[in-house]
């Protein structure tokens, strides 16, 4: 460049600057393929990720007003397709590819954004068949949630009218393709469950392709539809078509037309099917009918002259009235004997007899009584007169009357036996048979040999 050819200092600023404008310039739409890493997406609802294969790698920023229209949700490992420019990121010295597009590739946009959300609804429960709601066999109301000029609306009513054209129709108009209608048709199915005594609910609308029925996979209008405590069809589109709508609906219609042969049964089938049902009662009633009567021709039959019968009656009752006045003769003659038995045992087992008895005992056991008394008295008398000769012959006091004394030495009270268990000078205490002494030792006299 004519620029560089004479020394000419720039500031980084500058030079940044200038490198920016010649990347914008020459590279203001590039188209760029990759696998998405790094990716983050902060609060302030940017995207960044960096592109990159085998020998380079890109960093990327989506802003948030491009990264709102994506239909599907990017993910590190993703292979894109990415439309964009490229710009330089002065603070950092980094160019960057600033994207406005991307889209998978191997896969649309849209149909990847269709598998993700039916994955993560269906993990969530919303498909379960355990939160299907029954349609109602003959609906008196029915809500209808489509547009208001197209096709399926002309459809449904065409179909109603000509099979039960009593039936009252509530229409709910929306958007049914386009930026928002997702956000109308939920709203419309809110409203209409809030309106009540609604009986089934249609939402639905013509064919078309992908991006035309992308309003119907919007996982705003699936919550809606499972929220809602009116049981909805889902008729979007053909045959061929699915929508999220279409899981998350407590019935799915091929068509709209379809929906509404589903929802309400002709007319003249339903009055086909009362006839029906009305025959086979008028044949039930004649049946039970004939087997009535048939009982009563066999009971009436089987029915003979009452005279006879009462005669049979008379004579058993008289058989019977024999049969009582025995058996009652035998009982009165057994209990009387029974009676007789019991008041012998009673008369034996008197309590005058025990009393009289018991009385004759206690005198006998009372004479014995009193020679025990006496006899262990004289045996006790004898044994004392012994003791008392016996203890009068070892008493010491008899030993004392005889002419003995007791000496004690004092002050210790100790009895002497020896003349050597004293000295001159002690003091000694006598004990006579009655009475006593004190006196003092003058001498002690030896022992006889």
Not at 155 to 174: G, K, Q
């Amino acid at each position: 460049m004519e620029l560089f050819k004479e020394r000419r200092v720039l500031t980084v600023s500058a030079l940044t600057a200038l490198v920016r404008g010649l990347l914008e310039e020459n590279f203001d739409q590039v188209w760029v393929e990759g696998e998405i890493s790094n990716l983050a997406c902060p609060q302030s609802g940017h995207c960044y990720f960096t592109l990159k294969d085998a020998g380079a790698q890109l960093r990327c920023v989506m802003f948030r007003g491009a990264f709102r229209t994506l239909k599907f949700t990017p993910r590190d490992g993703m292979r894109v397709l990415t439309r964009g420019r490229l710009t330089l990121f002065e603070p950092r010295g980094e160019y960057q590819l600033v994207a406005d597009y991307l889209e998978p590739q191997g896969i649309g946009g849209l149909q990847l954004a269709f598998i993700q959300l039916k994955e993560k609804l269906a993990k969530e429960g919303l498909f379960s068949a355990l939160h299907k709601k029954e349609m109602p066999k003959l609906p008196r109301r029915i809500g209808i949630v489509t547009s208001p000029t197209g096709a399926a609306i002309r459809d449904i009513l065409t179909v109603l009218s000509r099979r039960f054209a009593n039936v009252e129709l509530l229409i709910s108009p929306v958007r049914v393709q386009g930026e928002g209608a997702a956000g109308e048709i939920a709203q419309a199915i809110d409203d209409l469950n809030r309106v009540g005594n609604i009986d089934v609910m249609i939402v639905g609308r013509g064919g078309g392709s992908l991006e035309d029925l992308w309003a119907f996979n919007e996982e705003s209008v699936a919550r809606a539809i499972y929220r809602s405590a009116i049981p909805v069809i889902s008729a979007v589109g053909h045959e061929i078509d699915f929508t999220i709508a279409d899981f998350v609906a407590d019935l799915r219609a091929a068509t709209p037309s379809a929906a509404a042969e589903l929802v309400v049964r002709s007319k003249k089938e339903l009055m086909a099917e009362l006839e029906a049902l009305c025959h086979r009662l008028d044949m039930y009633q004649l049946r039970r009918m004939e087997r009535w009567r048939a009982r009563v021709v066999s009971l009436s039959r089987a029915v003979t002259d009452p005279t006879r019968i009462l005669g049979h009656l008379s004579q058993r009752v008289d058989s019977l009235d024999g049969r009582l006045a025995r058996e009652t003769g035998l009982m009165l003659e057994k209990h009387g004997e029974r009676i007789v038995s019991l008041s012998a045992r009673l008369s034996r087992q008197s309590p005058a007899l025990t009393l009289q008895r018991s009385s004759e005992r206690l005198g006998t056991l009372s004479l014995r009584m009193d020679h025990a008394l006496m006899r262990s008295l004289t045996c006790a008398a004898e044994s004392l007169r012994l003791a008392s000769g016996t203890l009068n012959a070892v008493s010491p006091l008899a030993t004392l009357s005889r002419g003995y004394s007791i000496t004690r030495k004092l002050p210790e009270r100790t009895v002497v036996r020896y003349s050597r268990e004293i000295e001159a000078g002690d003091r000694l205490e006598l004990s006579f048979a009655a009475g006593g002494a004190l006196c003092r030792v003058e001498s002690t006299l030896p022992v006889k040999q």
